[in-house]
């Protein structure tokens, strides 16, 4: 073997071990697993404040834990993937489901569903609509459920009577709060009705508290109790209309 021949096999041999001695580096690339998705659903049509309503929320995801906000009301129960919510106020009820991060929570699902009060009547006058007549008789106050069929009592609440100043005879404002501890109206609050001035006169409820069927107990919204005179077939006398009160 000539001289020329020795130095390649040597460079050869020193490439192998070069190559045998080198180390190999693994690399590790961590992929994310995706989200979970949420599926609300209700078992009613319409969310009614004086009934509980059921939810069902499917997760898919793998082993996704999940944590469920409500607002408007709160949850009773939880069996399986069926949420029992009790309703506490009127407006929108908001349902959120979060699923839980190793860096906190991500919204994964939400939904709004409207939530409809009973009905508010006050001496036989419905809200939202007139008559000339006011049916003073052993419940002056209570609430008409669609959902059950039936009156439910309120069983406290607040009347406020407003009477602005008269300049002429050097009279000033007249507020007056009143309050009732049952579905009845205290000889006060009668007394303020009976003396009700068409124009000038105001009168407001609230603190409305309504006892529904499963013993529980709803704050219903505020109302006005106002009236004007019938122009039309020109005898004046008053027509009272009962309105919803919207809070400032």
Do not use: H, W
Request: overall charge positive; proline content about 4%; aromatic content about 10%.
């Amino acid at each position: 073997m000539g001289l020329r021949s020795i130095i390649i096999v040597l460079l050869l041999l020193s490439k192998f071990c070069t190559a045998q001695n080198t180390k190999v580096k693994t690399v590790v690339f961590k992929i994310k697993a995706p989200l979970a998705t949420a599926n609300i659903e209700c078992s009613d049509q319409v969310f009614y404040l004086e009934k509980e309503s059921n939810l069902t929320i499917v997760v898919k995801g793998r082993n996704a834990k999940i944590k469920v906000n409500v607002i408007g009301g709160e949850i009773r129960s939880v069996k399986n993937n069926v949420y029992k919510i009790r309703l506490t106020q009127i407006g929108t009820a908001v349902i959120k489901v979060f699923q839980i991060i190793p860096t906190g929570t991500k919204l994964i699902g939400i939904r709004k569903f409207e939530i409809k009060p009973p009905t508010i009547y006050f001496c036989g006058l419905k809200v939202d609509s007139s008559s000339k007549t006011l049916r003073l008789g052993k419940c002056q106050m209570y609430a008409y459920s669609e959902c059950f069929k039936k009156n439910l009592p309120i069983d406290k609440f607040t009347m406020i009577y407003f009477e602005p100043p008269n300049r002429n005879v050097r009279k000033k404002a007249v507020i007056d709060t009143l309050k009732s501890e049952t579905c009845k109206m205290t000889d006060a609050m009668r007394t303020r009705v009976l003396n009700f001035q068409p124009k000038a006169s105001k009168i407001y409820f609230y603190n409305l508290l309504c006892s529904v069927p499963d013993g529980s107990f709803r704050l219903l919204e505020p109302i006005e109790l106002f009236a004007t005179l019938d122009t039309v077939i020109n005898n004046y006398s008053a027509i009272y209309t009962l309105k919803k009160k919207k809070i400032d």
